[in-house]
């Protein structure tokens, strides 16, 4: 009966979704955008500040079915990563929203320029977490099997293919109800295309 509850538990209060936009067109972006908007930091330790964050990334960039042709280590993204998974073991939930701020605004506030079409304070098309998988490949199994996750992390859409800084957080702690805990951020920054389109749950609209 105490496995049964444990169960439960970890089941209902578990996280393990995001916003899927609309699959439309993104703004167009010019030829160069891989190359111009890659981050200089190619070294699994800038994708985590740990070995299972490490871990993590690798399964996510190495994936067969990764669509993105190049995925960089962003560790700005690494940092706030390792940040949200730790303020979720600290508050024992797994949800996008812990700590007051929606995954977009939290990747503003910390620097990183988003397009500004991305939405605002209570957004995400940035992030994903869970908790109470014990290993990398748990988890990364766990978010395949998620249709907005997957397609997100994988780069299934033509919006979230434009993305291609990671980013990945993993904290332990006991006596928290789910003990591990994983953040993953996705995201890309903006650039001067961007002005040129408003995008909306349902698409983009040109300018």
Not at 160 to 183: A, D, M, N
Request: aromatic share 10%; hydrophobic share 40%.
């Amino acid at each position: 009966m105490l496995i049964f509850i444990i169960l439960f538990v970890f089941f209902s209060a578990s996280a393990l979704a995001a916003p899927t936009p609309a699959d439309t067109e993104p703004p167009q972006l010019n030829a160069d955008y891989n190359t111009q908007n890659i981050a200089n930091h190619n070294t699994i330790a800038d994708c985590g500040l740990n070995e299972s964050a490490q871990q993590l990334a690798l399964l996510i960039i190495q994936d067969p079915q990764q669509q993105r042709t190049t995925l960089s280590c962003h560790p700005l993204l690494a940092q706030a990563a390792a940040d949200k998974a730790k303020v979720m073991a600290q508050k024992g939930m797994v949800n996008h929203y812990v700590g007051g701020l929606g995954a977009n605004q939290r990747l503003r506030m910390l620097g990183y320029n988003l397009p500004p079409f991305y939405s605002g304070a209570i957004g995400n098309q940035v992030e994903a977490v869970a908790g109470g998988y014990s290993t990398a490949a748990e988890v990364w199994e766990a978010f395949k099997a998620s249709t907005a996750h997957r397609s997100h992390l994988l780069g299934e859409l033509p919006f979230y293919r434009q993305q291609l800084h990671i980013g990945v957080g993993f904290h332990y702690k006991w006596s928290s109800p789910h003990i591990e805990y994983w953040t993953v951020y996705i995201a890309r920054e903006a650039v001067a295309e961007d002005a040129n389109v408003t995008c909306y749950d349902i698409g983009c609209i040109p300018h």
